[in-house]
């Protein structure tokens, strides 16, 4: 019986042994498929590139004193920075707190998921996660943050990848280059900005353990709402630098007893030189050829030429003179015209009900166009005082007949100057000057100033009956301001790229269109707009420094293109829909200009009109516009392009007429108006 008993027992054992074998067979097997199954998912996902990593750098607008003005992004507002440039105390406390065997492990820590497994089990909910850095890293850059079991397959997945694709370093610095720090702050370096309004490499050990413990809940542990907690998780974390021996019992001590200065959030000025903004942007893309993405979320700089006071006045000229006129737009564009640099845009009443820019709306110039014409004249020999009758006339053109008429019929019904002409806005005049010197002249004098809206060869050009946009106007008219010299418009000073690569450089670019002596002659006639008489002697109520420019009126729009030497600005009132515009309402971009040209003189010097080289200034008799002399009764003194001027003196007077001035030496007034450049 004994012998059976030896028998079963050894057959047990052996039919186990065959049974374990079998099992380990399987297992080989088993773990040798995973191996291959894990071997080929590894190098399919090596092969695989990552979508490139979403680390959405705030693009950053400078104003003309190189103050931020306003950011470019999708929300997020970021300023990465290498992770050299991060101190080191920072870096050990984000690996203390978050991931203290990053080094270690292939993106996932099993310690990390046992200890983590353990500490929810005993609280019986869920109290902690396991997500190493390229974990929480592999989530913010691709996935949402919801639990799904789907989710969690695409982020090991995408977590494996990161750890193929990056070194450590690379992974670290995106990480902190990423996460959110709370009251709009991403990534570490816009944090340190945020908090302490410093750059992060200025950080010291206090300063980055209280920033490290902000990212576990931002609201939870926001410094303006919960400082003491935030001061409190500030401990623990300089402790377990501590226990890791990344610092020192008393350097950890000292760091956490040491006061930190928080400063109050500040927020940029929303909706403010938002048609600005967009034309910067399309600038950049269009110009200069940058990527959209990369100018909007690239971490670029970029420095305007907009200044934020004169954008605030000139806005509010725009709203407050538009406020009781619904649906009534406007638009202001208000340059230097020694330097072509835009100094205030606004494009519209309201960004946010209208994003539409109207600074690039094309519009009839009406009267606004004549100077165009007339600095065309001025160079094929019209001078100040070269006279056309004013009266209503109807002018041959091809088989047709074209009919011109004054304002409400106003003639003056005898032979009127070119100062007049300009001043009463002399639609006869205009006409028949465009007629005199050729109409393809005023087209070439229009391309030369910078217009490049399409111009027809017919007679109603001369008063500005094709459209053009205020933007191209305003470009003419810094030839008028600048001694002939035509300033290229522009918003962009300069691009910086995130690592302080300067990628676009913008200076002034100034072509010369006629002579200083005939831009100057055309200033002075510009400057009778606004005396008493002029279409735009209310602007005079409002604006009493030296100014020159000219209004338009049509139908649909009103104009007012007004400069003196230091500012040229542009409006333009009218409707959106095809819609008359009263003549009233018309004259509001008088107002407008008024307004603000007023605001900016209080604190910008505008200066003075001076008399170039080339230029002679004579006394005339102003009904004969023979030379004053003696036996002139009346005497004004006129300028001239040297070559120009009068040479026949005023006759000897007959009997019976007036007596002539007792001197024809100027008068004081005379003198000091001349010295000042009136």
């Not at 956490?256 to 910067?280: M, V, W």
């Not at 072509?340 to 166009?369: E, L």
């Amino acid at each position: 019986m004994k012998s059976d008993s030896n028998s079963i027992d050894g057959f047990t054992w052996w039919r186990r042994l065959k049974q374990m074998k079998n099992i380990l067979r399987y297992l080989i097997i088993c773990g040798f498929i995973c191996s291959v199954c894990l071997l080929v998912l590894v190098l399919y996902l090596k092969s695989k590139p990552l979508p490139p990593p979403d680390i959405g750098a705030s693009s950053m607008i400078y104003d003309d004193q190189n103050k931020l003005m306003d950011r470019i992004d999708n929300g997020e507002l970021r300023e990465p920075v290498p992770l050299s440039k991060i101190p080191k105390a920072l870096v050990e406390a984000t690996l203390a707190v978050e991931d203290q065997n990053f080094y270690h492990h292939f993106g996932f820590s099993i310690k990390g998921i046992i200890r983590a497994a353990w500490a929810n089990i005993k609280a019986g909910r869920v109290t902690q996660g396991a997500s190493t850095i390229t974990q929480q890293l592999a989530r913010n850059l691709y996935l949402t943050h919801d639990r799904t079991w789907s989710r969690k397959i695409k982020e090991a997945l995408l977590t494996i990848q990161l750890e193929l694709h990056y070194s450590k370093q690379e992974i670290l610095e995106m990480y902190l280059n990423k996460i959110y720090y709370g009251n709009g702050a991403y990534g570490v370096n816009r944090a340190s900005q945020v908090y302490f309004q410093q750059p992060v490499e200025k950080l010291n050990l206090s300063q980055c353990a209280f920033l490290v413990g902000i990212p576990r809940g931002p609201a939870y542990y926001s410094p303006y709402d919960h400082y003491q907690r935030a001061k409190a998780r500030q401990h623990i974390i300089l402790n377990l630098m501590a226990q890791n021996h990344m610092i020192t019992k008393q350097e950890a001590y000292k760091a956490s007893i040491g006061k930190l200065a928080i400063h109050s959030p500040t927020k940029l000025e929303t909706q403010r030189a938002n048609y600005f903004r967009d034309y910067i942007i399309r600038t950049a893309v269009d110009q200069f050829g940058l990527d959209e993405s990369w100018v909007r979320s690239g971490g670029l700089k970029i420095y305007t030429t907009l200044n934020q006071k004169m954008q605030k006045d000139a806005e509010k000229a725009v709203t407050t003179t538009l406020l009781n006129h619904p649906d009534l737009q406007g638009a202001l564009l208000s340059v230097d015209p020694r330097t072509g640099q835009i100094k205030a845009m606004v494009g519209g009443r309201d960004y946010q009900s209208s994003p539409y820019n109207r600074v690039f709306a094309h519009r009839q110039p009406g009267s606004s166009f004549k100077p165009i014409l007339y600095l065309s004249a001025l160079e094929h020999g019209f001078t100040p005082i070269t006279k056309i009758m004013s009266q209503p006339t109807s002018f041959p053109y091809g088989n047709s007949v074209y009919h011109p008429s004054n304002y409400q019929q106003n003639y003056a019904n005898k032979p009127i100057t070119l100062r007049e002409a300009i001043a009463k806005s002399d639609n006869i005049y205009a006409v028949t000057t465009e007629f005199q010197i050729g109409i393809d002249k005023e087209i070439e004098m229009a391309k030369r100033l910078g217009i490049r809206s399409n111009l027809s060869a017919t007679p109603s050009l001369a008063l500005g009956s094709y459209p053009v946009t205020p933007f191209e106007m305003t470009g003419a008219y810094t030839a008028f301001a600048a001694n002939g010299n035509r300033q290229e418009l522009f918003g962009i000073r300069k691009i910086v790229a995130s690592d302080g690569t300067i990628i676009v450089s913008n200076e002034p670019k100034s072509t010369t269109v006629t002579t200083p002596a005939n831009a100057f002659l055309m200033t002075n006639l510009l400057r009778s707009v606004f005396q008493s008489g002029g279409t735009g002697h209310r602007v005079k109520q409002m604006f009493s420094g030296a100014i020159a420019g000219k209004t338009g009126t049509t139908d649909r729009d009103g104009w007012l293109i007004g400069y003196n030497p230091n500012l040229l600005t542009t409006v333009w009132v009218g409707y959106d829909k095809r819609k008359d515009l009263p003549h009233d309402k018309a004259r509001l971009s008088q107002y407008i200009w008024g307004k603000y040209m007023r605001q900016v003189a209080s604190y910008q010097p505008l200066g003075m009109f001076s008399i170039p080289a080339g230029v002679k200034s004579v006394y005339i008799d102003e009904k004969s516009g023979y030379l004053a002399n003696e036996n002139c009764p009346s005497q004004k003194m006129e300028y001239f392009a040297e070559g120009t001027e009068p040479t026949i003196p005023c006759p000897v007077q007959e009997q019976g007429q007036n007596p002539p001035a007792s001197s024809a030496s100027p008068s004081l007034v005379d003198q000091i108006a001349k010295w000042l450049g009136f």
